[in-house]
């Protein structure tokens, strides 16, 4: 099982932005020598939720510094970015790192994101479709050419050319049916974020290999799970800092994505995030979803996150997993302390 760092780059903590930027990054960096197998950025504007704007040059520094990790865009957000220049970027990061990109991409869920780069939401769907298409040839063939109904491109040469294939590894963050589809479809690995109870994940897992089976002769390859972490050998301290800190992040991303808006109801695309809100409201608000928040990610001690692994991949099959230790203003001795402990205790075990 291979198990990665996600760096979400919150800024909860009062701080000045490059002060928590720059110990975000360096995590990063330390994230090689704590064993983990990859590390990589979510990109997102704007905000305290997430401060990472582009992946491409914050994976690019983390390059310099480390030998082996495999960096991933966990995710590069197609809708916002012309595919052009992200498939150039794409392979001058491979280059700089000798091969260890892992091409991530996504299509963003958030209006004020969309809203600020003049992108309508309801087009994410049709505009990542066509974009992700692009990008795959072009890290692909070193050649990009499209006459579509969002992208007009003539034949384009990359320079400089690819020198090694992209081939399993490139992975789309897969969300609704139809983002399962679409993945499947293009062969592609899935990535998915834990959002509440797995058990209503495995009717699109499930698809999604099936769908892939029939359309590459092959099985899928295991998905990933990105998770919020806390791990700590003392129980008390895993309570408080969940009230403390994963209630905090839980609220930001609710508002950040506007899980109680009504605006998801019609788009059938964004269907998880309307069901989100949905259950909520049916609960009799949003405390319901966030205890199965929690459920759905890796909080407790070692032996706790252990179980709660095994129980999760005796639901979904094999699967990797990216963890999130930053988050919700956590102070950054704990941060480190906790991800010190996983990949002491935890990580062997998920390994082996």
């Given at each position: ?10 800024n ?19 994230a ?42 966990a ?18 990061l ?15 869920a ?19 479709d066509e ?21 007009q ?9 690819p020198?090694k ?49 029939e ?13 919020f ?64 928040y ?7 001690t ?35 302390e ?15």
């Open positions: 099982m291979r198990v990665g760092l996600h760096l979400g780059y919150q909860m903590h009062g701080q000045p932005d490059v002060k928590t930027f720059m110990q975000e990054t360096q995590f990063a960096v330390e090689e020598a704590m064993g983990f197998d990859f590390v990589g950025p979510v990109e997102h504007h704007f905000t305290d939720y997430a401060a990472c704007p582009d992946p491409f040059q914050m994976l690019a520094w983390v390059a310099a510094k480390t030998e082996k990790i495999e960096l991933i865009t995710a590069v957000i197609l809708p916002w970015n012309n595919p052009l220049r992200v498939a150039e970027q794409f392979i001058e491979d280059i700089l790192s000798g091969g260890r990109v892992i091409a991530g991409m996504g299509r963003g958030a209006r004020r994101e969309f809203r600020s780069f003049g992108v309508e939401l309801g087009d994410s769907r049709e505009v990542f974009a992700a298409l692009i990008v795959m040839q072009g890290i692909e063939t070193g050649i990009v050419e499209a006459n579509g109904k969002w992208f491109i003539p034949h384009t040469e990359i320079r400089p050319r020198f294939s992209f081939k399993d590894r490139t992975v789309m963050v897969s969300m609704s049916p139809s983002s399962v589809e679409v993945a499947a479809d293009y062969g592609l690995k899935t990535l998915r974020f834990s959002q509440g109870d797995w058990r209503k994940a495995i009717p699109e897992i499930n698809h999604y290999r099936d769908v892939f089976q359309k590459h002769a092959k099985p899928a390859p295991p998905f990933i799970i990105s998770d972490m806390l791990c700590f050998e003392d129980k008390k301290r895993v309570s408080e800092y969940c009230d403390k800190y994963f209630a905090r992040m839980f609220e930001t991303v609710a508002n950040h994505y506007e899980f109680m808006g009504e605006h998801f109801k019609s788009l059938p695309s964004y269907a998880t995030y309307a069901y989100m809100g949905e259950r909520a409201e049916a609960a009799g608000g949003a405390d319901k979803a966030y205890r199965d929690i459920g759905g990610n890796m909080i407790g070692p032996e706790e996150l252990v179980e709660h692994h095994l129980e999760r991949a005796s639901m979904v099959g094999d699967y990797e997993m990216l963890c999130n230790f930053s988050f919700g203003g956590l102070p950054y001795e704990l941060v480190y906790q991800a010190k402990l996983f990949a002491d205790k935890v990580m062997p075990r998920l390994k082996g």
